[in-house]
């Protein structure tokens, strides 16, 4: 029986389909036919526009972000596609908060509702720090049908996985 780790969860019934399109070596042409675009924001500096623009659609008055960048050091091992962070530092006699987020580098090449489902993600920590039903509520306002594309990003890291072997 396959180990589905970025499933668990998940209600058994789904994860039998899952496995099933895996023993029948249907989940890459599955995710191929659903989300057969690749984004074009391949640039930190691409990315930052890209996520000031969404911030400026959905989270006018929250809290400025002083850095976006893809992050080559964030991946599946940390158990992070994403990070936000608000980093401190003393500036003459204040202390200065700089809000930063990192998406994993493995997202430039990745279908353009993925990049906006990991930014929406990271976004939505500006507003809610934990994961609770505000935070995902959040998430589904700045991006409908939020809760299926993070499954079928779910099915993407296991397929990428699967792949590796």
């Known amino acids: ?20 399109l895996i023993a029948e070596e249907r989940l890459g042409d599955h995710l191929a036919r659903r989300y057969p675009e690749r984004h074009q ?9 890209y996520v000031q623009q969404l911030k400026q659609a959905h ?5 400025a972000i002083d850095k976006v960048l893809y992050d080559n050091r964030l991946d599946l091992t940390h158990r992070a596609l994403g990070l936000h962070t608000a980093v401190s530092r003393v ?16 997202f430039k090449d990745a279908a353009p509702e993925f990049l ?13 720090s ?14 409908p049908g939020y809760g299926q594309i993070e499954f079928d990003l779910r099915l993407f890291l296991h397929w990428r996985e699967l792949g590796d072997r």
């Open 1 to 20: 029986m396959t180990d589905l780790k970025y499933l668990r969860g998940y209600p058994e019934a789904l994860l039998a389909q899952v496995r099933q």
């Open 130 to 143: 934990e994961h609770n039903r505000a935070f995902y509520k959040l998430c589904e306002h700045m991006l």
């Open 91 to 106: 500036q003459g006699g204040k202390l200065k908060a700089k809000k930063e987020i990192r998406v994993a580098a493995l």
């Open 41 to 49: 924001v391949q640039s930190d500096k691409a990315l930052y526009g």
């Open 116 to 128: 906006r489902m990991i930014v929406v993600h990271e976004l939505a920590h500006l507003r809610e």
């Open 59 to 63: 989270l006018k008055s929250a809290p």
